[in-house]
T-cell receptor, first 114, second 116 residues
């Protein structure tokens, strides 16, 4: 399968714990996006990478959130000191340089904070 | 700022009936528009997109949508619903403003149920 992959698919954690999610984009896609989707809502933009550079962060991305894409390939999203309000589906998408507007989504990581 | 409004959070149709899912957008620049479908506990799959050119666009699984600039609409249709069409559908607009990162702004989604 050469699509976008995300790991883990599901994560249950206790409030106050740190969690890290991983996204592997489609090979040679230089653009990578993270979105968050809460129940009953559409996905909301969190952050964007072009290669290894993080070029935009939403105001939704509080200081407890950090994202990296160290070598311009996979990306990680870390949430520190999780809160119940962080419970959501975290979606990763990638797009190629030649078709910048077309984003391919992964299956998502569903986070439940208890 | 861009926004997307999907009229009707839940649409129910009978198998074989017309599917019509409504989407209106606001954008300060000519938009790129998308419809995505999401099945339970899965990511989003692109159904179709409008960028430039022909305003009636065809997508996968028999869906099509028409870009109407005067009405700021991009409604999704399918002539005959199939049970497998039951899913949540999201309309989205791409940010094309200067220095844009092409991030997507989504509507809240419309849940389509298909009755036998």
């Amino acid at each position: 399968d050469t699509g976008v992959s995300q790991d883990p698919r599901h994560k249950i954690t206790k409030r106050g714990q740190n969690v890290t999610f991983r996204c592997d984009p489609i090979s040679e896609h230089n653009r990578l996006y993270w979105y968050r989707q809460t129940l009953g809502q559409g996905p909301e933009f969190l952050t964007y990478f072009q290669n290894e550079a993080q070029l935009e962060k939403s105001r939704l991305l509080s200081d407890r959130f950090s994202a990296e894409r160290p070598k311009g390939s996979f990306s990680t999203l870390e949430i520190q000191r999780t809160e119940q309000g962080d419970s959501a589906m975290y979606l990763c998408a990638s797009s190629p340089a030649g078709q910048r507007y077309e984003q391919y989504f992964g299956p998502g990581t569903r986070l439940t904070v208890t | 700022a861009q926004s997307v409004t999907q009229l009707g959070s839940h649409v129910s149709v009978s198998e074989g009936a017309l599917v019509l899912l409504r989407c209106n957008y606001s954008s300060s620049v000519p938009p790129y528009l998308f419809w995505y479908v999401q099945y339970p506990n899965q990511g989003l799959q692109l159904l179709l997109k409008y960028t430039t050119g022909a305003t009636l666009v065809k997508g996968i699984n028999g869906f099509e949508a028409e870009f109407k600039k005067s009405e700021t609409s991009f409604h999704l249709t399918k002539p005959s619903a199939h049970m497998s069409d039951a899913a949540e559908y999201f309309c989205a607009v791409s940010d094309l403003s200067g220095g844009s990162n092409y991030k997507l702004t989504f509507g809240k989604g419309t849940l389509l149920t298909v009755n036998p």
